[in-house]
């Protein structure tokens, strides 16, 4: 199977800072990458599909200028979160489909914003 | 379109079994079933394609119906270390690649 390493696993920062959020893929090129964000006991929603060398298309709702996604090579996309606050506290996860089957996630990365 | 989970949460003891139901207003391309445990990513169980299809994994099975708008888990035999909320995931066309998971089905066994 197709390996995700997102990185760092979980991280506390102070409000009004930003946040990036790596997600690597160790054998496979992805072209896209899918980032979600879930929130204690609830799904894992969809935020934005990531695509290498172009802009990242967001979800309804979720504001981009907030969100910034790059997906500069193919085995790289990065989340930031900028000016984050209290309520943007989460457990974010990247994914990729490389072979158009199943999923393979990140590991996820725990955000506490103080 | 998210698709509709039920039940939203089940409590079993070891040995007994489960159903998780999983439906969407439109076919589907297919469904996708991921087990998640607190704190970690999901991990996958099994994908279905084709309506009318049944395929499992030891005790773990799934269906698709025919008209694939809806699909079960089947849990059998069921041991502690099914406990853990499952995801069924959707993909709405083909080359869409993109997954919209339900709501979740929380699951714990206990002894």
């Known amino acids: 199977g197709a390996v995700v390493s997102q990185h760092p696993s979980w991280v506390i920062c102070k409000s009004g800072t930003s946040v990036k959020i790596e997600c690597r893929s160790l054998?496979?090129?992805?072209?896209?990458m899918f980032w979600y964000r879930q929130f204690p006991k609830q799904s894992l929603m969809l935020m934005a599909t990531?695509?290498?060398?172009?802009?990242?298309?967001?979800e309804q709702g979720v504001e981009k200028d907030k969100f910034l996604i790059n997906h500069a090579s193919l085995t790289l996309s990065t989340l930031t979160v900028t000016s984050a606050h209290p309520e943007d506290s989460s457990f974010y996860i990247c994914?990729?489909?490389?072979?158009?089957?199943?999923?393979?996630f990140g590991q996820g990365t725990r955000l506490t914003v103080v | 379109q998210q698709p509709v989970q039920s039940p939203q949460a089940v409590i079993l003891r070891e040995g007994e079994d489960a159903v998780i139901n999983c439906s969407s207003s439109?076919?589907?391309?297919?469904v996708h079933w991921y087990r998640q445990k607190h704190g970690e990513a999901p991990v996958f169980l099994m994908i279905?394609?084709?309506?009318?299809e049944q395929k499992g994994h030891e005790k773990i099975s799934a269906s698709f119906n025919e008209k694939k708008q809806q699909s079960s888990l089947y849990l059998t035999a069921s041991q502690l270390s099914y406990s853990g909320t499952y995801f069924c995931?959707?993909?709405?066309?083909?080359?869409?690649?993109?997954?919209?998971f339900g709501k979740g089905t929380k699951l714990s066994v206990i002894p």
């Open positions: 439109k076919a589907l391309y297919s």
């Open positions: 995931g959707t993909e709405n066309g083909a080359g869409s690649y993109q997954l919209t």
């Open positions: 994914s990729a489909r490389p072979y158009n089957t199943e999923a393979f």
């Open positions: 054998d496979f090129q992805a072209t896209t």
């Open positions: 990531s695509n290498e060398g172009s802009k990242a298309t967001y």
């Open positions: 279905l394609l084709k309506g009318g």
